[in-house]
Nanobody
Framework: QVQLVESGGGLVQAGGSLRLSCAAS????????VTWYRQAPGKQRELVAA???????NYADSVQGRFTVSRDNAKNTVYLQMNSLKPEDTATYYC?????????WGQGTQVTVSS
C-alpha cells in the first residue's frame, strides 16, 4: 500500500521559514517525479515545486528564489524548504507522485503565515 505523509507545517510569521517533508512508503521516490502543490481556501490547487528522479527542479514563479525542493533517496523523502514566507503562502500543502497506472497524494499539511 502506497502512502505519502507530509509533515512540517505550522504557523509562522511573515519572513520566517518552514521545511516540509513528504515521506513515502510502498513506492520509491527514486524513480518518480515528486511535486508539491498547495491549495488556499476558495482557490484552485496550484503547483509549487517539482523534482524529477534525476534531480531537476522547477518552481512556480511566485516561489522562485524563496523555496527549494530536494530529495533524500536513502530516506525516501522529499523536502520543501520555504524561506521568506509571505501571508499569501498560506495554504494546505500536498505532495504528489504517480506511477504509470496511478496517482498518489498525501493528506496535506497546513501552512499559515501571519502578517
Amino acid at each position: 500500500q502506497v502512502q505519502l505523509v507530509e509533515s512540517g507545517g505550522g504557523l509562522v510569521q511573515a519572513g520566517g521559514s518552514l521545511r516540509l517533508s513528504c515521506a513515502a512508503s510502498g513506492i520509491s521516490f527514486s524513480f518518480n517525479t515528486v511535486t508539491w502543490y498547495r491549495q488556499a481556501p476558495g482557490k484552485q490547487r496550484e503547483l509549487v515545486a517539482a523534482i524529477t528522479r534525476s534531480g531537476n527542479t522547477n518552481y512556480a514563479d511566485s516561489v522562485q528564489g524563496r523555496f527549494t525542493v530536494s530529495r533524500d533517496n536513502a530516506k525516501n523523502t522529499v523536502y520543501l524548504q520555504m524561506n521568506s514566507l509571505k501571508p499569501e503562502d498560506t495554504a494546505t500543502y500536498y505532495c504528489y507522485t504517480k506511477t504509470w497506472s496511478q496517482d498518489y497524494w498525501g493528506q496535506g499539511t497546513q501552512v499559515t503565515v501571519s502578517s
